[in-house]
């Protein structure tokens, strides 16, 4: 149905059993991030917080947190929001089937952004914000579900500009109270595109921040849609509801359905530091300089519900987001790519960390002896696609080798590539090159490398599923475990170097080996494996081989060590306050929660 606003939302989820009030006052320091994580981790219902102490705002999280609720959430509008994207990368379809797509048709009538002229606003400061800090080394209070508008000066206008969800530090460091805020985006952001033609002319970018309004507006935000598609218009047409919008009387757009709308200006070269902030990688980001923001002003509805999420190590809320932008895409990437038959960001390991590919492998069908050829083509191709170019790790598949095969089994997947590569030729580095603003595996901030393993052909070597008899290690190796087929893991303290270690018994059937911490954790799930393991190296530093040569300038080994412990340069990873828990603990038990 179409949300005129948060509270319609809110009272459709209450209606339908969908949503938990909490009616004590909770402290925004920790414990609203602790009582949020708690239910999202159950699987719970969207919470709203009351009473949120300092402030006279209720607060909304995890709204997104289920997969199944953000379907509900759009159920009247998801089918039509797939139909226009999926004509978007197959116009073609429409002029055949003129009569099937009618619907979508009206549906597009809600696509642009309305005019108006009023809204019903009071002024407020930043301090009058419910200030949530989650985790006990943030460096403040954090906006996590900001929806952050810019134009470019360019195109002026609402159909020409960008939002972006992009975190804004509301207090702390030296941010000047009420009068500044930090505002952290990644190279790549559209945000980035409109300061650089900002700053070239010598004049302040304007900035207007949305909180809370329909939530079609916040996941519009994080949508990564394919170009020529506004932001605003996917809103509307998500949200079954025209973007309303008017500009104040500083020049400043102001989205009139939103619970709040702060306003400001970022002027060239002008930088604070931002951070710490607990992050999605499971790891805080650390104190960097990034753009301040100048507040004009802070707008905000009488009757204002503020959002906002936990953001940690995954599945957290921002894994339901994924999982709807994977269910409105559909086929859209491999419409992009041609021979791409399924890729997976994967979520456990940090989303951005690693990508699972399947691929057409079509360039010598004559060929007896099969190998990476038209899926080393549609890897790179991968690499220099939007969001996909973040990913450190990618594994691809030929799909011809296993018609059964899917990324989103995991460990399959893992068990299908290790079976088939060939170590002295399949693994392609790039080294030097740009990274996830928020992983700290590479030595500096945006920079580190990429890594492809490709396989095609026929299974080259069994895996083990066991250490062999008489298995042994070098020295200051220590319990060794079996991660799942072919992967072993294996201790080292962090102070010893590995080019220091060794020699190593190659084995066939134990193709990677993972250096750790704690072979204990790593090996207790799945996830453990992949968020240690590709959150905690970086692929020209931290894979090493057993017999590594170069091979007319390409790398080769006879076995794979990655070493995955924690660096002196990396980022804390992120932990629970013992005390808040037990508090929370309390507060649930009171609600029978």
Same mark, same amino acid.
């Given at each position: 149905?179409?949300?005129?606003?948060?509270?319609?939302?809110?009272?459709?989820?209450?209606?339908?059993?969908?949503?938990?009030?909490?009616?004590?006052?909770?402290?925004?320091?920790?414990? @609203?991030?602790?009582?949020?994580?708690?239910?999202? =981790?159950?699987?719970?219902?969207?919470?709203?917080?009351?009473?949120?102490?300092?402030?006279?705002?209720?607060?909304?999280?995890?709204?997104?947190?289920?997969?199944?609720?953000?379907?509900?959430?759009?159920?009247?509008?998801?089918?039509?929001?797939?139909? *226009?994207?999926?004509?978007?990368?197959?116009?073609?379809?429409?002029?055949?089937?003129?009569?099937?797509?009618?619907?979508?048709?009206?549906?597009?009538?809600?696509?642009?952004?309305?005019?108006?002229?009023?809204?019903?606003?009071?002024?407020? +400061?930043?301090?009058?914000?419910?200030?949530?800090?989650?985790?006990?080394?943030?460096?403040?209070?954090?906006?996590?579900?900001?929806?952050?508008?810019?134009?470019?000066?360019?195109?002026?206008?609402?159909?020409?500009?960008?939002?972006?969800?992009?975190?804004? %530090?509301?207090?702390?460091? =030296?941010?000047?109270?009420?009068?500044?805020?930090?505002?952290?985006?990644? *190279?790549?952001?559209?945000?980035? $595109?409109?300061?650089?033609?900002?700053?070239?002319?010598?004049?302040?970018?304007?900035?207007?921040?949305?909180?809370?309004?329909?939530?079609?507006?916040?996941?519009?935000?994080? @949508?990564?849609?394919?170009?020529? $598609?506004?932001?605003?218009?996917?809103?509307?047409?998500?949200?079954?509801?025209?973007?309303?919008?008017?500009?104040?009387?500083?020049?400043?757009?102001?989205?009139?359905?939103?619970?709040?709308?702060?306003?400001?200006?970022?002027?060239?070269?002008?930088?604070?530091?931002?951070?710490?902030?607990?992050?999605?990688?499971?790891?805080?980001?650390?104190?960097?300089?990034?753009?301040? @923001?100048?507040?004009?002003?802070?707008?905000?509805?009488?009757?204002?519900?503020?959002?906002?999420?936990?953001?940690?190590?995954?599945?957290?809320?921002?894994?339901?987001?994924?999982?709807?932008?994977?269910?409105?895409?559909?086929?859209?990437?491999? %419409?992009?790519?041609?021979?791409?038959?399924?890729?997976?960001?994967?979520?456990?390991?940090?989303?951005?960390?690693?990508?699972?590919?399947?691929?057409?492998?079509?360039?010598?069908?004559?060929?007896?002896? +099969?190998?990476?050829?038209?899926?080393?083509?549609?890897?790179?191709? #991968?690499?220099?696609?939007?969001?996909?170019?973040?990913?450190?790790?990618?594994?691809?598949?030929?799909?011809?080798?296993?018609?059964?095969? /899917?990324?989103?089994?995991?460990?399959?997947?893992?068990?299908?590539?290790?079976?088939? !590569?060939?170590?002295?030729?399949?693994?392609?580095?790039?080294?030097?090159?740009?990274?996830?603003?928020?992983?700290? /595996?590479? =030595?500096?901030?945006?920079?580190?490398? +990429?890594?492809?393993?490709?396989?095609?052909?026929?299974?080259?070597?069994? *895996?083990?599923?066991?250490?062999?008899?008489?298995?042994?290690?070098?020295?200051?190796?220590?319990?060794?475990?079996?991660?799942?087929?072919?992967?072993?893991?294996?201790?080292?303290?962090?102070?010893?170097?590995?080019?220091?270690?060794?020699?190593?018994?190659?084995?066939?059937?134990?193709?990677?080996?993972?250096?750790?911490?704690?072979?204990?954790? #790593?090996?207790?799930?799945?996830?453990?494996?992949?968020?240690?393991?590709?959150?905690?190296?970086?692929?020209?530093?931290?894979?090493?081989?057993?017999? =590594?040569? $170069?091979?007319?300038?390409?790398?080769?080994?006879?076995?794979? !060590?990655?070493?995955?412990? $924690?660096?002196?340069?990396?980022?804390?990873?992120?932990?629970?306050?013992?005390?808040?828990?037990?508090?929370?603990?309390?507060?649930?038990?009171?609600?029978?929660?």
């Amino acid at each position: 149905m179409p949300y005129k606003s948060m509270q319609d939302c809110i009272n459709d989820l209450e209606a339908h059993g969908q949503l938990i009030r909490i009616n004590e006052e909770v402290d925004p320091y920790l414990k @609203m991030a602790a009582i949020h994580l708690r239910i999202h =981790e159950a699987q719970g219902k969207a919470v709203l917080f009351e009473k949120v102490k300092g402030s006279k705002y209720p607060a909304l999280s995890n709204l997104f947190g289920t997969t199944e609720r953000s379907k509900f959430i759009f159920r009247d509008t998801l089918e039509n929001v797939k139909k *226009l994207i999926a004509l978007k990368s197959d116009p073609l379809h429409a002029l055949k089937h003129p009569f099937a797509n009618l619907s979508t048709g009206f549906a597009a009538m809600k696509a642009f952004p309305k005019k108006v002229s009023s809204h019903d606003f009071e002024k407020i +400061k930043i301090s009058d914000l419910p200030q949530i800090q989650c985790w006990e080394k943030d460096g403040g209070a954090f906006v996590t579900l900001p929806i952050v508008y810019t134009e470019d000066p360019d195109k002026p206008g609402v159909m020409n500009s960008n939002i972006g969800m992009y975190r804004i %530090q509301l207090s702390g460091n =030296e941010y000047i109270k009420d009068k500044e805020v930090g505002l952290h985006y990644q *190279l790549h952001r559209g945000i980035g $595109i409109h300061q650089t033609k900002w700053n070239n002319l010598g004049k302040p970018m304007k900035v207007s921040v949305f909180v809370g309004g329909p939530p079609s507006h916040s996941f519009a935000a994080v @949508m990564p849609l394919p170009e020529g $598609i506004s932001e605003l218009t996917f809103a509307g047409v998500l949200g079954g509801r025209r973007f309303r919008y008017m500009y104040d009387d500083d020049g400043f757009l102001l989205s009139t359905d939103a619970d709040f709308v702060i306003t400001g200006e970022v002027y060239p070269n002008e930088n604070k530091p931002e951070g710490p902030f607990g992050d999605h990688l499971g790891y805080y980001s650390l104190k960097h300089d990034f753009p301040l @923001m100048r507040i004009k002003n802070v707008y905000a509805k009488k009757d204002a519900i503020w959002s906002f999420t936990v953001v940690g190590r995954p599945p957290q809320e921002d894994t339901a987001f994924g999982n709807m932008i994977h269910e409105i895409t559909g086929d859209a990437i491999q %419409q992009e790519i041609p021979g791409l038959k399924e890729i997976h960001a994967v979520d456990a390991a940090g989303v951005h960390p690693l990508l699972l590919a399947i691929g057409s492998e079509r360039y010598t069908p004559y060929s007896k002896n +099969k190998m990476p050829q038209e899926i080393l083509t549609i890897a790179n191709h #991968i690499l220099g696609t939007g969001q996909l170019s973040l990913a450190k790790f990618l594994f691809i598949a030929d799909k011809s080798d296993d018609e059964s095969l /899917s990324t989103t089994d995991v460990q399959k997947f893992f068990t299908h590539i290790l079976e088939r !590569i060939d170590l002295s030729r399949d693994i392609h580095f790039q080294t030097k090159t740009t990274m996830d603003t928020l992983d700290y /595996s590479g =030595e500096t901030l945006n920079a580190g490398s +990429k890594v492809i393993f490709a396989a095609a052909g026929e299974k080259r070597r069994e *895996l083990r599923n066991e250490l062999p008899a008489g298995f042994s290690l070098p020295e200051g190796f220590k319990n060794p475990k079996m991660v799942m087929n072919g992967i072993l893991a294996v201790e080292l303290n962090a102070d010893v170097d590995l080019k220091n270690c060794g020699p190593w018994t190659v084995d066939r059937g134990l193709p990677v080996i993972v250096i750790c911490d704690d072979s204990n954790f #790593i090996t207790q799930n799945l996830n453990n494996f992949l968020w240690v393991t590709f959150t905690r190296s970086n692929p020209s530093h931290d894979i090493h081989g057993i017999n =590594e040569r $170069i091979e007319n300038k390409h790398w080769a080994c006879d076995a794979l !060590i990655i070493d995955a412990r $924690i660096k002196p340069h990396h980022a804390p990873v992120l932990e629970k306050n013992s005390a808040v828990e037990k508090r929370v603990d309390e507060i649930l038990a009171r609600m029978n929660l």
